[in-house]
């Protein structure tokens, strides 16, 4: 799997948008750039997954970069229950794509 | 409603005693994997099952086994745990292997070895 570079950690105030980051600069063309967290004591929890266009759902919105060297995932409004290790992740379709490959995440701290 | 779950969620066990974890899944998913998590670490993939298709990764010891009886159950034994086992153990499931499916995880199980 190709590689992502993540902030280590990263603050926020409860009620307002978090962007995260994630640079991918050696994305090939069939990569999906999915996006996991993980609360503390709990398994990771699945948060979106896009292609080339930006994607949205209940919980984030998923912003790639037109080159798809970069991604940003966006909180629109954190909450204390969004503070967890937030982990981008790329996925390729085809080959031996089959796990997750976890880096360091980044650390999301919400203040109240 | 859950829809992978893990039992137990906390797991105490004497070195060298064999040990089982178990996971089910409601979501009806072709594929399950095993995870460890050690403490401070990123989750590392042991194995995963496509169907009846067993997938063992390069680098997962030969004391770590798995079953999977059914669509529904997914078992990790644990031969003979040593105090380096100890770990959270992650089970997940996807519909299909590639790129494009999202993995849904338990919630894990602790594993303490005494």
């Known amino acids: 799997d190709a590689k992502t570079t993540q902030p280590n950690s990263m603050e926020s105030n409860e009620e307002e948008p978090v962007h995260l980051p994630c640079n991918h600069s050696t994305i090939s063309g069939t990569d999906y750039i999915h996006w996991y967290r993980q609360l503390p004591s709990q398994g990771p929890e699945y948060v979106i997954h896009?292609?080339?266009s930006n994607v949205n759902n209940r919980m984030a919105s998923l912003a790639i970069a037109e080159d798809r060297k970069s991604s940003t995932l966006i909180l629109h409004r954190a909450t204390l229950r969004d503070a967890a290790v937030y982990y981008c992740i790329l996925r390729a379709f085809g080959g031996s794509n089959y796990k997750l490959t976890f880096g360091k995440g980044t650390l999301l701290t919400v203040n109240p | 409603d859950a829809m992978v779950i893990q039992n137990p969620r906390y797991q105490v066990t004497q070195f060298g005693k064999p040990v089982t974890l178990s996971c089910s899944q409601t979501?009806?998913?072709?594929?399950m994997y095993w995870y460890q998590q050690k403490s401070s670490q990123a989750p590392k993939l042991l194995f995963h099952?496509?169907?009846?298709?067993?997938?063992n990764e390069a680098d997962t010891p030969d004391n770590f086994q798995s079953r999977r009886p059914n669509t529904s159950f997914c078992f990790l034994d644990i031969r003979s745990p040593g105090l380096g086992d100890a770990a959270m153990y992650l089970c997940a499931t996807s519909r299909d292997t590639e790129g494009s499916y999202e993995q849904y995880f338990g919630p894990g199980t602790r594993l303490t070895v005494t």
């Open positions: 896009g292609l080339t």
């Open positions: 099952y496509y169907d009846k298709d067993f997938n």
């Open positions: 979501l009806n998913h072709n594929v």
